[in-house]
C-alpha cells in the first residue's frame, strides 16, 4: 500500500501557465514534505520542501502548499518554463518513523513552448 | 568529483553473472543509501548506512549485498539476479539521518538482466 500517492501519472501545461502537481500521503505522522526533480540519465535533486507547522513554502517559482486535514500537498510552477520540464517527485517523511523517506511515484511535467 | 558519482552508469548482466555497483559521495555526508526505481513506481528504499553501519535492511533479496567501507563508499554487489531486478539503482547521501535531512542522489546505475 503506498503511503505518498501521485495519481497523475503525466501533466502538460503551456509555457507561461501554471503548472499544479499534486500529491496525497495516507501516514498521519508524516511531517516533513519534499520535493524532487529529475531530468533523464540524471538523479533526483531536491528542489523544496515544507515542515508540517507551515501550510505554505515559497522558493521563486516553486511554492508547495500543504494542507494537513485533506493529507494533501501540491506543487504550483509560476510561470512554468520549458526547463521545467521533467518527473516531479513528491516524497515525505516523519520523525517518529526514523529516517525512511518514502516516494510516491512520480508525475511527468512537459512544459510546450 | 563532486557530488554523488556512480558506476557504471549501464549495466547488463546475465543471471549466473556477479558484479558490483560503485557509488562514491564526495560532500562529507554520513548517511548513504540505495534505492530501486522499477518504470512508473515510486523509489524504493533498499538499505541504509550511517557511519559505515548498516540501518535498514528493508527486506531486500540476499542475491542483493550491500558494502560499505567508509563513509564516502557504497557498494552494491549483485549475485545470481532475476530479470524482475531490471531496474534504475540510485544511491544517495545525506549530513545525517532523519527526516529533516535533504538527500543528495547520484545519476543512477541502469542494470538490465538478461
Known amino acids: 500500500d503506498q503511503q505518498v500517492k501521485q495519481n497523475s501519472p503525466s501533466l502538460s501545461v503551456q509555457e507561461g501557465r501554471i503548472s499544479i502537481l499534486n500529491c496525497d500521503y495516507t501516514n498521519s505522522m508524516f511531517d516533513y514534505f519534499l520535493w524532487y526533480k529529475k531530468y533523464p540519465a540524471e538523479g533526483p535533486t531536491f528542489l523544496i520542501s515544507i515542515s508540517s507547522i507551515k501550510d505554505k513554502n515559497e522558493d521563486g517559482r516553486f511554492t508547495v502548499f500543504l494542507n494537513k486535514s485533506a493529507k494533501h500537498l501540491s506543487l504550483h510552477i509560476v510561470p512554468s518554463q520549458p526547463g521545467d520540464s521533467a518527473v516531479y517527485f513528491c516524497a515525505a517523511s516523519a520523525r517518529t518513523g526514523g529516517f525512511k523517506t518514502i516516494f510516491g511515484a512520480g508525475t511527468r511535467l512537459f512544459v510546450k513552448a | 568529483e563532486t557530488g554523488v558519482t556512480q558506476t557504471p552508469r549501464h549495466l547488463v548482466m546475465g543471471m549466473t553473472n556477479k558484479k558490483s555497483l560503485k557509488c562514491e559521495q564526495h560532500?562529507?555526508?554520513?548517511?548513504m543509501y540505495w534505492y530501486k526505481q522499477s518504470a512508473k513506481k515510486p523509489l524504493e528504499l533498499m538499505f541504509v548506512y550511517n557511519f559505515k553501519e548498516q540501518t535498514e535492511n528493508n527486506s531486500v533479496p540476499s542475491r542483493f549485498s550491500p558494502e560499505c567501507p567508509n563513509s564516502s563508499h557504497l557498494f552494491l554487489h549483485l549475485h545470481t539476479l532475476q530479470p524482475e531486478d531490471s531496474a534504475l539503482y540510485l544511491c544517495?547521501?545525506?549530513?545525517?539521518?532523519?527526516?529533516?535531512?535533504?538527500?543528495?542522489f547520484g545519476p543512477g546505475t541502469r542494470l538490465t538482466v538478461l
Open positions: 544517495a547521501s545525506s549530513q545525517g539521518l532523519g527526516s529533516y535531512n535533504e538527500q543528495f
Open positions: 560532500l562529507g555526508h554520513n548517511a
